[in-house]
């Protein structure tokens, strides 16, 4: 009897610190750092909308393929 007791009591007790620790934490404030900001993150590389693309290519290639790519894709960046 006694040990169901203390522990009801410790149960209240515990609940009653959670409810004065949620007393403690502010309600609705807004938080006044972080988010976005007007004019912010990286510029657009081309003047209209991209997509990516992934295909194979036989491994002898790669290289060959990719200066290519590159190349083609500076012509059409914004400067």
Not at 37 to 58: D, H, I, L, N
Not at 73 to 78: A, D, P, R, Y
């Amino acid at each position: 009897m006694i040990t169901v007791n203390i522990g009801l009591l410790v149960l209240q007790m515990l609940k009653n610190f959670l409810k004065w620790v949620m007393k403690l934490q502010p309600k609705n404030k807004q938080e006044t750092r972080g988010g976005t900001r007007q004019g912010s993150g990286a510029k657009p590389k081309y003047k209209e909308e991209t997509k990516t693309v992934a295909f194979r290519c036989p491994l002898s290639k790669v290289d060959e393929l990719k200066i290519v790519v590159k190349s083609k894709l500076s012509e059409w960046s914004v400067k």
